[in-house]
T-cell receptor, first 114, second 114 residues
Framework: NAGVMQNPRHLVRRRGQEARLRCSPMKGHSHVYWYRQLPEEGLKFMVY????????ESGMPKERFSAEFPKEGPSILRIQQVVRGDSAAYFC????????????FGNGTRLTVT | GESVGLHLPTLSVQEGDNSIINCAYS??????FIWYKQESGKGPQFIID?????DKRQGQRVTVLLNKTVKHLSLQIAATQPGDSAVYFC?????????????FGGGTRLMVKP
């Protein structure tokens, strides 16, 4: 029973390039959440998606960042024209439909912008 | 906005002793709380959760206590082992959070001395 799968585990991009982070939720989970974590800090919410819908993107920067969760395939967090301040660990979590359920996290993608 | 906070950034304990990690939350209307453990290079791992209609919940070697009067959450780990060394986060489901979205505190690092 595979957990939340994220790839790549490590991603290095030069300033100005695009970064694409992928997340496959746990089997049976239809809700995906993206979080960002800086070293020695907590996790900050970015966006919450269901299949083909963005439910809450209140934590997502207005520019350069976008997310999708298509009907088929993984959820994608896309960062255009990356800057050094985008360097962080990006975690995806999934949950079942029922509210009051814990989030299950993947092992993250560590993005380094050079 | 309101957020979850922790009293101690680092806790050092002797192997075999009990550990207590504390968390203060500021929103009295939060109804669901979770403790996560994060090891280096990995994603947060669910430990235990508690709903606001409970004061205490026990798992294997772990106990979560909820004091709604002072808005305080604690995680107790019995007979702490070296494998318990990690950063521990408390998280809450705020009343107007969408779905199962969680708001995280800043984390406490637990170091277990052999």
């Amino acid at each position: 029973n595979a957990g939340v799968m994220q790839n790549p585990r490590h991603l290095v991009r030069r300033r100005g390039q695009e970064a694409r982070l992928r997340c496959s939720p746990m089997k049976g989970h239809s809700h995906v959440y993206w979080y960002r974590q800086l070293p020695e800090e907590g996790l900050k919410f970015m966006v919450y998606l269901q299949k083909e819908n963005i439910i809450d993107e209140s934590g997502m920067p207005k520019e350069r960042f976008s997310a999708e969760f298509p009907k088929e395939g993984p959820s994608i967090l896309r960062i255009q024209q990356v800057v050094r301040g985008d360097s962080a660990a990006y975690f995806c979590a999934s949950s079942p439909l029922e509210t009051g359920s814990p989030l299950h996290f993947g092992n993250g993608t560590r993005l380094t912008v050079t | 906005g309101e957020s979850v906070g922790l009293h101690l950034p680092t806790l050092s304990v002797q192997e075999g002793d009990n550990s207590i990690i504390n968390c203060a939350y500021s929103n009295s209307a939060s109804d669901y709380f979770i403790w996560y453990k994060q090891e280096s290079g990995k994603g947060p791992q669910f430990i235990i959760d508690i709903r606001s209609n409970m004061d205490k919940r026990q798992g294997q070697r772990v106990t979560v206590l909820l004091n709604k009067t002072v808005k305080h959450l604690s995680l107790q780990i019995a007979a702490t082992q070296p494998g318990d060394s990690a950063v521990y986060f408390c998280a809450e489901n705020l009343p107007n959070n969408a779905g199962n979205m969680l708001t995280f505190g800043g984390g406490t690092r637990l170091m277990v001395k052999p």
